[in-house]
Each structure stands twice: as C-alpha cells, then as structure tokens.
C-alpha cells in the first residue's frame, strides 16, 4: 500500500450494539476495495478483522482490530470494535485513535442499549458521526421505523442520505438522495429511480436539503427564495456540517448481502474529516509541563499515542500507535515521554486483521504497529527526547467482576505471574492484585464473560491452567466490650521449665480504628526484656478469631500484670502465654463478624428504578437516596460485598443492559446473627477440608 498524505486519511471507528455486523461490514468494504479477494463470514470463522481464536469460536469480536482499505485516492483506516458491554476497554481504544464514528443499527433492533451507550461515547469524543441501518435483507427490517427512532432518541440533526430499495429478501440497493440516483446490487450500478418510490424520496430528499441549508447563510438564504441548490453546493455543505457534528447522514446497508456498502465507503470518503479537520491536538511538554497545541503535520514534532499492544508468545509484543503529529520510522528511536525511557524502533508495519506489511515510515494522522518494544505500553506516547509530548491517555472504565484464580500444578505456581502480566499489558481494563486478607490472586475485570475469556487466553497462549471461584470475602472479627484475661503458662521438663504469666486487658475500638497494644506494667511483674515476647504473641493471635477464623480487628490490647520465673521464663513462654490470654479474652469479649460493605452509585432509566431497588432490597442493601437526572436515576445504596460480587451480571439482566454502576469498598459493618452462623459454618466446613 502506498503512503498517504494526512489530507487523503480517514480513521473510522465502527460501533454498535452486539450483533449489528460491524465485522460484516468491514469485510464487506475489504472486498469491495479489491484488498481481499474473497467475502469472509463470522459464521465461518474466516473474517480478517474477527482473526483471534476466541472471535472465532464465539462469533463475536473481543478485541478492537484495525483494516485499512484504499477507495478513491483516499486510504480508510476502519477500526473495528467489539459491541458486547464486556469488551468495552477495546471500544475506548478504538473511540479514542478515531477521527469519525459510523455506528451501525440493525433494521430489525434499531436503537438498542449498545446503540445508546456508543452515541454517549462518541459525544464525550466529540466524533463527527454517521449512522448506517444494517441488515437490510433481515426479516422484519424497517428501515422508516429505524429512522423515525433515531430522531425521536438522538435529534433532528440525523437525517437520510439515501434510502433503501425495497426491504427483507427484495432489498437490492438504495437511493441517493442527492443525486437522486439508484445505486443497486453489490457494484452500487446507477439507475433512475423506481417509480413507487418517487413521492418519498422526494420526500426525504427535501428534509435532508433543508437539514443542510440550515448550516450554512449562504444556502439558506437560497433555499428560502425558492432557488434550487445544486449538488456541488448540498455535497460541499453536507461535507462542511458533517464535520461539524450539525448534520448526521444515514443510510441504509446490507453487510452480508453487500449491497448498499459502496455508497457506505463513499460517505465515509466524501463526508468524514481528515486528521487535519479535527483540528490541533493539545499536548502536554513533559519536561515544562505546560500545554501545547499542535498542528497535524509531516513536520511537526512527533506525538504517537499507543492503544492497543499485543501478547504473542511467538512473536512478543506487538504493539498498535497511531502517529498524531510528525513522523516515525522504521529503524530509528523515538523517547517514551510517558515513561521518559529511549524506545529502538525496528520494522514498522501496516496492519490488517493480523496480516502485517512493512512499510518505511507512519505519517502524521496514519495508523501503524511494531513489534518488540521494551518499555512501552498502551496509553503510553512516543515522541522526541528534544521535544517531549504527553497525549492525553486513554480513559479505561473500572473493573466490576472479579474471580479468584489458582494454579492447578506445581509448575502452573511458575507460569501465573508472568502470565497474569502479559494478560494486562495486553487489555488495561484487566486488574490483577493479591488479596492482603486472603492471600488469593483476583483477577478483575468489567464483566464475567470479559474476565473468563482472559483466562482462557492465558490457557492458550501461554499455558497456564488455573481453577477460577469468587473471591473469598474478608471478614473480620472484633470484641464488643471490654473484658480482662490471665492465663499462666507453666511446663516442667528434666532442665529448665517453662514459664510465662500474664494478665491482658482488651476493649474495643471505633470500627476501623486497627488494632493497638500497649502496656501498663508497674513493679516488674513482667521484666522490660518479655515485654516484646507479649506483643508478639498478640499479633499472631490477632490473625486468627474464635468465630470463623477470620483476623481480629479494632482492638486495644493492654499488658498490665503478670509474673515470672527468674530462670524457667523465656521469650517463647511469654509468647505462648499472651497469645492462649488473648484468645480466651476474645472469647469473654463478645466476638462479633464483621463484614465488607461496599458503596454503590446505580444509574437506570426511569422505567427501571423499581425493579433495581426491589433487587437491592433483597442484597441487604440500604438505599440512601435517589436522583433524578433526565430520563434516568442515580440510586446510591451501600451493600456487603457478599451480596454484590455478581451484581454486574444482575443489573444488566435486570435493565435489559441498561443500567450501569460503580462499587468502592466504604468500611467494615457488623454481619446480622443469622448470616454469621452461616459464615462460621462454612468456615469450619472448609477448614476441616483443609
């Protein structure tokens, strides 16, 4: 492929709700452009941008992969996204390195959850944006149903571009309404228009006429006057108010069926910016600190933002950078300013699907990988040691589902930390962190199916097996009032005995308040010396509670009395004594389980707040209030973990994946009576496994 001046480039992301058929449609526009021969299909497994394993067993795209094709003088850099809500980290990447967003609806579905959530993504990108209604050739498609959705959801500004030539089994093409053409079958071939569909074409012709005069004085002054606008001025016009997010076009497609998709690739040629369009980027001078706008260029300083890297255990890291000012090329080095280390740059490459092709350089606005960097990682910007640049990273969502995860084998124990490092180093919204209470490996991440396919990459790429179980929760245990205890430990054998007495006092503490010891010896009951052998023997006692076992928390332990032998006490006795004391003035204190509660903030649509609080009522939830924000509800509830570890799967289930949240730990809160006996049960159950 030759090299492309940042004029002729145009990065598009595509995204939609699950199942719209991005990945068709991609496939469809390679075809079309003569960059692959033959029309792959998901079902079979043998599209170019759904190319690793588990795409192609479920189906689905799991990871964001970028096709570029050639169409009139211009290079296309399609981004393909993934459309399940699980995959939403490869979405971000995929949002953040495009210049345009093309969001697909099915002409069955129409404007869906995922559909909705995009639309809010492309807004917080400020994406210029068309919409194509795909499937066509779908039994039940609509495409005037769709379209009337669109506006009634996302405004006025979304207006048809074409519309279709019949429906379902009989669609064969569209209309444009701007040349007033027919563009039938997979070649796109002109025709005059069908005479049935005359009165509406004219029809939507006007409305998407007035919807352009309306951006621009100079044609509506025109159109106002009865004048008739030329092509030239409504393409020019379009052009200008697609840029500029006042004007949405739509048309209607059928990937699978690839027709219509050849009036898609040249919408996105004729009506989506440039690099250059989208205007200066702002950088951040890692050394000054101070910001910096940055004009799209060949010659400015080089900014390229890494979003996407790669594990290969053949290969090795393989990492996407789109280039947004200057140049790199290939056998150079360039300054990781992110991480303020020099990176080598070898053999650059164009990537498509997983086919690579060397090229020499990736210009200002262009879409690239290479292999084998050291140092950098996705988010990570490369630039110059003489002119460092920092591009904004990119924003990844917090995790909402964790699973424990334990090596089956001896030499799994070897394999899990390098392989649980390449897996995040590959998806950032993946979290890895060993559980200080428990001591298990969690593995987070933003839904199940998301956490469960990074094991299973692990499995297959580098070989690690590994059993998965919720996390255990952390409880707790601690004392509800204050009690004193003595034990005396005292063991005579053929030469020195043992001998250690003490006298503890333990009372409670506010909840989070730790644990504390302290001493009030007087006379020296206790010599200085055993002092330290007491404290001891409290802390390790502290890691194990009298009710399930769990660590005891917010305690004050005092030292205030005790004996000894002037030649059987040693530091050992004092330790076993201290530590059988406080056991046994736990035990007097009135133990009690102490739980996780977590903080949640729940946003739902109106229509399901019901619902939502009926569910958390059921968790043992307590809602602290709720609030109103157009259309939907903010419920804020706090909730044990012990309740919740699922609830991303709940609400989804229960909001037709329409609600989301977020979770924070908030503090420790006393477990009811009938839920610790359960607790302590299965405690015991599995200690005795153990």
Not at 207 to 221: C, S
Not at 332 to 342: A, E, I, L, M, Y
Request: aromatic share 6%; charged share 25%.
């Amino acid at each position: 492929m030759k090299q492309y001046g940042v004029d002729a480039l145009r990065n598009v992301g595509l995204f939609s709700h699950g199942g719209a058929g991005k990945t068709s449609l991609a496939e469809a526009v390679l075809f079309n452009s003569g960059a692959i021969n033959r029309l792959g299909k998901v079902d079979e497994g043998n599209t170019v941008s759904d190319f690793d394993p588990d795409e192609i067993r479920r189906h689905i795209s799991i990871n964001v992969s970028v096709v570029p094709f050639e169409w009139k003088g211009y290079k296309v850099n399609i981004i393909d996204t993934p459309g399940y809500a699980d995959f939403v980290g490869e979405v971000k990447e995929g949002m953040r390195v495009s210049d345009a967003a093309c969001i697909l609806l099915d002409a069955v579905g129409g404007v869906e959850v995922g559909t909705e959530a995009m639309w809010t993504y492309a807004d917080a990108h400020e994406l210029p944006r068309m919409l194509v209604v795909n499937r066509m050739d779908r039994e039940n498609a609509d495409f005037f149903r769709v379209l009337e959705q669109v506006k009634s959801r996302f405004g006025k500004s979304c207006v048809a571009l074409n519309m279709p030539i019949g429906a379902q089994a009989s669609f064969d093409g569209v209309v444009d309404l701007i040349s007033m053409k027919a563009l039938r079958g997979t070649k796109g071939e002109e025709g005059t228009v069908p005479t049935d569909l005359a009165d509406q074409a004219a029809s939507l012709r006007e409305q998407l006429v007035e919807a352009i005069a309306e951006t621009d004085d100079e044609l509506i002054t025109k159109y106002l006057e009865g004048e008739e606008l030329s092509e030239d001025e409504l393409r020019k016009a379009l052009r200008a108010a697609t840029i500029n997010r006042q004007v949405i076009p739509i048309v209607a497609a059928s990937a699978t069926g690839n027709k219509g998709v050849i009036p898609v690739m040249n919408t996105m040629v004729e009506y989506l910016p440039s690099p250059v369009e989208r205007g200066a980027i702002t950088a951040t001078h890692s050394q000054t600190g101070q910001a910096e706008e940055v004009a799209i260029s060949d010659q400015s300083p080089l900014s390229a933002l890494v979003f996407k890297t790669v594990a290969d255990p053949y290969v090795g890291k393989l990492t996407y950078l789109r280039v947004y000012t200057g140049t790199i090329h290939s056998d150079s080095h360039v300054w990781n300013s992110s991480k303020g280390r020099d990176e080598r740059i070898g053999q650059l490459s164009m990537i498509r699907g997983k086919t690579q092709e060397p090229i020499p350089q990736i210009g200002a606005g262009d879409i690239g990988a290479v292999a084998k960097l050291a140092e950098t990682m996705t988010g990570d910007t490369l630039s110059t040691k003489e002119h460092p640049l920092v591009l904004p990273p990119i924003q990844f969502p917090a995790p909402l589902f964790s699973l424990s995860v334990f090596p089956k084998t001896k030499a799994d124990v070897d394999k899990m930390s390098t392989a649980l490092a390449r897996i995040v180093d590959e998806d950032p919204t993946i979290q890895v962190r060993k559980d200080p209470d428990t001591a298990e490996t969690i593995v987070s991440g933003t839904g199940e199916s998301h956490v469960e396919i990074a094991i299973e990459k692990m499995k297959r790429k580098f070989g690690l097996d590994v059993d998965t179980a919720l996390p255990t929760i952390p409880y707790k245990e601690t004392i509800t009032t204050k009690t004193q205890a003595e034990y005396k430990h005292k063991k005579q054998t053929g030469g020195h005995g043992q001998y250690g007495h003490v006298f503890l006092e333990l009372e409670p503490k506010q909840r989070g308040g730790g644990f504390e010891f302290a001493e009030r010896v007087v006379g020296g009951s206790v010599p200085k010396n055993f002092i330290p052998a007491v404290e001891k023997g409290v802390n390790e006692a502290v890691s194990e509670g009298v009710i399930a076992g769990f660590p005891v928390v917010d305690v004050k332990v005092t030292l205030f009395d005790g004996s000894y032998h002037p030649v059987d006490s040693s530091e050992m006795s004092f330790k076993i004594a201290s530590s059988q004391a406080f056991k046994k003035g736990i035990t007097q204190a009135r133990p009690v389980l102490l739980e996780p509660i977590m903080s949640i903030s729940v946003t739902v649509p109106d229509e399901f707040t019901g619902d939502v609080l009926g569910d958390l009522n059921t968790k043992r939830a307590r809602v602290l209030g709720m609030t109103p924000e157009g259309g939907v509800t903010v419920v804020e509830a706090m909730a044990p973990l012990a309740e919740v570890q699922r609830y991303v799967t709940d609400l989804r289930s229960l909001t037709q994946g329409r609600g989301t949240f977020q979770m924070s730990f908030d503090h420790y809160e006393e477990v009811p009576a009938h839920v610790a006996d359960t607790v302590a049960a299965e405690a015991k159950k599995k200690a005795g496994k153990e």
